[in-house]
């Protein structure tokens, strides 16, 4: 069981992350925020926990690396990106301009740390299993961890990835399947019900598990438990609740896209900023 401290660490760089968010939807004026924030937990516990990567050397070739499939919640990625120090934070305030490095969905000619433009749904689980087998073929010991979502799963090319990493015994790729239960036209189970998910992947070969995705304790034991089996890939159903953070729009289908206004904009920084003096209160006395 991860001790309290190193959760408390993870779960204050998510805090920060996401009040890197609001600073993103501020300069934009909007973003796809409801996706990006359900996944933030586990993109923090990655970056700042569990990854082998460096900001000064973003092209390490023995680097962990991350694949945001489901590219319009970049701004979990940018968020960790900037926290990280892989470049300066008054990057996030051109979020919506014309040129930006930090465009809507992740560019990797534009920003280090971008291992692969995603954005067309469905391609990240395959560009990770890729790499994940350019790494057994190295024989190098990096791993390559993608997350993508539950609305994304009907696209074929996730299913033809799943059996290919099966085939050929990649446990070093691991999925994380951000289910929240909501995409843009509503639930996730009336447009397209994929369920069970964790029987399909277990069934293409994948040695699966399901936790609480915004549950920072549940995470981090999780990835010290990677790779689940060896010689099989590992999957990840990480229930989550949309806008997760954002009190207000959390588990609503309308913050999938949201057009920010100023006094909820306001509201949610004096939340998150209470979170962030909560959590470096708890985590000194921890220390």
């Known amino acids: 069981m991860a001790e309290r401290a190193r959760v408390l660490r993870a779960e204050l760089f998510a805090a920060q992350c996401r009040k890197n968010v609001l600073r993103m939807v501020r300069a934009g004026g909007h973003g796809h925020v409801g996706g990006a924030l359900s996944a933030m937990d586990v993109t923090a516990a990655l970056y700042s926990d569990t990854m082998r990567v460096s900001p000064e050397n973003p092209k390490d070739p023995n680097r962990d690396r991350f694949l945001l499939s489901a590219g319009h919640k970049c701004l979990a990625q940018y968020a960790a990106l900037a926290e ?58 990096y791993r390559v961890y993608a997350i993508t979502g539950d609305g994304e799963l009907p696209e074929g090319s996730n299913w ?102 100023e006094e909820l904009l306001t509201q949610w920084e004096t939340e998150l900023n209470d979170r962030i003096a909560h959590l470096q209160e708890e985590l000194e006395v921890q220390q």
């Open 84 to 141: 990280m120090g892989y470049f300066e934070k008054s990057v996030l305030d051109t979020y919506g301009d014309l040129g930006s490095h930090i465009p809507g969905h992740p560019d990797m000619h534009k920003l280090p740390g971008v291992e692969a433009n995603t954005g067309a749904l469905g391609h990240g689980v395959s560009i990770a299993a890729g790499i994940a087998m350019a790494g057994k073929l190295d024989e190098r010991d």
């Open 160 to 261: 033809e990835a799943a059996a290919a990493a099966a085939k050929f015994e990649l446990d070093n790729l691991v999925v994380f399947v951000d289910n929240n239960g909501l995409q843009i036209s509503g639930k996730v189970t009336d447009v397209m019900n994929m369920e069970s998910i964790s029987d399909k992947f277990a069934a293409f070969g994948w040695a699966v598990t399901e936790i609480d995705g915004n549950n920072m304790e549940e995470i981090l034991d999780t990835l010290d438990a990677i790779p689940l089996q060896k010689g099989k890939p590992t999957m990840v159903l990480c229930h989550t609740v949309k806008a997760k953070g954002l009190s207000f729009g959390e588990n609503k289908a309308e913050f999938h896209f949201w057009n920010a206004t």
